[in-house]
């Protein structure tokens, strides 16, 4: 079974980069044709797709955090990293990573990190 865990700080300041890395096992990140997502949820709202690094190193990005954000792998060590800078506090939010899986019209986020809470305060 693959398995993703995310690892990172658990506190971060205003004004800096977040650096989140998910580590996968059980399988490889540049097995054909999956994609390595960040999700995250800030508490009390909803899932919000942020990224991907797809497995032949192609990269994608949420409008809204496109100038910020910058996704990338290290597929020596089977991990693909986060990086969100400028972090504000409604950055704060439980963040994951998962495999998807895009099949014509249908999006699969099929397996998931447990998730890392990230709080950005002062």
């Known amino acids: 079974q693959v398995q993703l865990q995310e690892s990172g700080p658990g506190l971060v300041k205003p004004s800096q980069t977040l650096s989140l890395t998910c580590t996968v096992s059980?399988?490889?990140?540049?097995?054909?044709?999956?994609?390595w997502s960040w999700i995250r949820q800030p508490p009390g709202k909803g899932l919000e797709w942020m990224g991907a690094?797809?497995?032949?190193?192609?990269?994608a990005a949420s409008p809204p955090l496109k100038s910020r954000t910058s996704n990338s792998r290290d597929t020596s060590k089977n991990q693909f990293t986060l990086l969100l800078s400028s972090v504000t506090p409604e950055d704060t939010a439980v963040y994951y990573c998962?495999?998807?899986?895009?099949?014509?019209?249908?999006?699969?986020?099929?397996?998931w990190g447990q998730g890392t809470l990230v709080t950005v305060s002062s």
């Open positions: 998962a495999r998807v899986r895009v099949a014509g019209p249908d999006t699969y986020f099929e397996v």
């Open positions: 059980g399988g490889s990140i540049t097995t054909s044709y999956y994609d």
């Open positions: 690094i797809a497995f032949s190193g192609s990269t």
